[in-house]
């Protein structure tokens, strides 16, 4: 529990000079200047529950609390968590029409029946939860496939929500209805209408803290993977080191999909243009 001081919610720039070296150094996130009046938003309410006496006060307990739990916190409330169902639905028309069957073909005359897949950066979970509709549902008996998803976000809170796996009904609006009775069972909570994610999916999703800027604790091989509106955060340097290593865990043939409002452009590497925000590893 925080201590109790009077707040103040002045952002003085050496504590937002701080704080940013901090969040550059630690997860890669680039908080130019333009970005302060959001980091005093954000933060202000830290300093308010712990009675802090200063944004100054409060980088020091964040960075001495033993358990840690406050800078998860602080890098909790400087990271974006947007996302939905099908969000960019065009890379999922892509995996169900073009990439999945393929990649069941090869498969089979690789006699194997291994999926890997990655939802790098998974916020609340719908992203890979969506993987995993399209999947199962691409397959014609997917009890005969041994399918994995890796979903890793740096957020601890929002991987909790992740493991949770409860939506209200609105965020599974663009769940096709077939697939939602499939996969997704109603029940009530408070008199208000919320969909719990059903064991088939569970059974083929893992969530796992990740920072991706430190070393990751796996070598892959992916199918494929997707690390969407994240690299817009990081500065080229840190991109291009990412997609490196992307490419080091990729199988032979595998994809990556990147965000809507990102691309490889200005990045050295040896991905195949396959169509915008999709690439393959030739």
């Keep these: 529990m925080l201590p109790a001081h009077a707040a103040a919610a002045t952002l003085a720039e050496k504590d937002f000079r701080r704080i940013s070296e901090l969040i550059q150094r630690y997860c890669g996130i680039n908080l130019h200047e333009g970005k302060k009046e959001l980091v005093r938003a954000r933060l202000a309410k830290r300093v308010r529950q712990g009675g802090l006496a200063s944004f100054t006060e409060y980088i020091e307990y964040a960075l001495n609390d033993p358990t840690h739990q406050e800078f998860s916190a602080l890098v909790d409330c400087l990271t974006t968590n947007t996302t939905s169902f099908f969000r960019e639905a065009d890379h999922f028309k892509f995996l169900r029409r073009a990439l999945l069957p393929s990649l069941i073909d090869r498969k089979r005359l690789q006699k194997s029946n291994k999926i890997r897949v990655w939802s790098a950066a998974c916020s609340s979970g719908e992203e890979p939860y969506s993987l995993a509709i399209t999947i199962l549902g691409g397959m014609g008996d997917p009890a005969a496939w041994d399918v994995r998803i890796l979903a890793t976000d740096i957020s601890t809170r929002m991987l909790e929500r992740c493991r949770v796996g409860l939506y209200p009904k609105e965020r599974v609006q663009p769940v096709p209805p077939q697939q939602r009775q499939k996969y997704l069972q109603a029940i009530r909570i408070d008199g208000e209408t919320h969909y719990e994610v059903a064991q088939d999916l569970r059974s083929v999703v893992r969530f796992r803290y990740l920072n991706l800027i430190e070393p ?6 992916f199918d494929f993977i997707f690390c969407r509106n994240v690299m817009i955060y990081f500065d080229k340097q840190t991109q ?17 999909f990147v965000g809507h409002s990102e691309s490889l452009t200005g990045i050295k590497h040896s991905f195949r243009y396959v169509q915008p925000t999709i690439y393959e590893k030739v």
Aim: zero cysteines.
């Design 240 to 256: 291009g080191r990412l997609i490196s290593r992307f490419w080091d865990v990729l199988a032979p043939g595998g994809f990556l």
């Design 216 to 221: 990751w604790p796996f070598k892959g091989p």
